[in-house]
């Protein structure tokens, strides 16, 4: 069985630009997860998404968003990018929001110059 | 707001001995869900073990345990027979259940600040 996806694996980036990353969730999972991992400031939540809906968001601006597609894989934007955002963007799946464990893909690292 | 510490950033075992990862955590739900996941070099988040807080049981996954303490809201995983490929950073994280819905804890997983484990061979 295939695992969590996420592209590109590496992206490079300059203030001000937009990014896109991309994440498949686990076949049959039809909840998405978004977390970034900042050097310093370890994992944080980002989004949830589950069943095209975004369910909960963390404490991020709203140039963050994302969906979720209707054959649940996701989308994570990044808009007027800053140099902090520089990060690595782990995507998480778990089928359905009750009592599932999230299973995470390999990240995005994104390098804003 | 639920918090999670682990207040070793690193720990080194040698080969084949046993190591214990220390986490506490705060939180005034009752009833959620704590998981240890592990982070190699190549930044792949893994599973390693979950734990229900309404089990009282702890859970164990062959060499990896846990010694989960309710009321002292601590949950530290043990590590027998430490490996060579077990040199990673471990994550402890809490996620409250789906009973408790709502709020801005719904859903996401909160993590501690990690621990890097080095394994001598």
């Known amino acids: 069985e295939a695992g969590v996806t996420q592209s590109p694996t590496h992206l490079i980036k300059t203030r001000g630009q937009q990014a896109t990353l991309r994440c498949s969730p686990i076949?049959?999972?039809?909840?998405v997860y978004w977390y970034q991992q900042a050097l310093g400031l370890g994992l944080q939540f980002l989004l949830w998404y589950d069943e095209g809906e975004e369910r909960n968001r963390g404490n991020f601006p709203p140039r963050f968003s994302g969906r979720q597609f209707p054959n649940y894989s996701s989308e994570l934007n990044v808009n007027a990018l800053e140099l902090e955002d520089s990060a690595l963007y782990l995507c998480?799946?778990?089928?359905?929001?009750?009592?599932?464990?999230?299973?995470f893909g390999p990240g995005t690292r994104l390098l804003v110059l | 707001a639920q918090t999670v510490t682990q207040s070793q950033p690193e720990m080194s075992v040698q080969e084949a001995e046993t190591v214990t990862l220390s986490c506490t955590y705060d939180t005034s739900e009752s009833d959620y869900y704590l998981f240890w996941y592990k982070q190699p070099p190549s930044r792949q988040m893994i599973l390693v073990i979950r734990q229900e807080a309404y089990k009282q049981q702890n859970a164990t996954e062959n060499r990896f345990s846990v010694n989960f303490q309710k009321a002292a809201k601590s949950f530290s995983l043990k590590i027998s027979d430490s490996q060579l490929g077990d040199a990673a950073m471990y994550f402890c994280?809490?996620?409250?259940?789906?009973?408790?819905?709502?709020?801005?804890?719904?859903?996401?997983?909160?993590f501690g600040q990690g621990t890097i484990l080095t394994v001598h061979p």
């Open positions: 076949s049959g999972h039809t909840s």
């Open positions: 994280a809490y996620r409250i259940t789906p009973s408790n819905a709502g709020g801005t804890s719904y859903g996401k997983l909160t």
């Open positions: 998480a799946s778990s089928p359905g929001s009750v009592r599932e464990t999230q299973y």
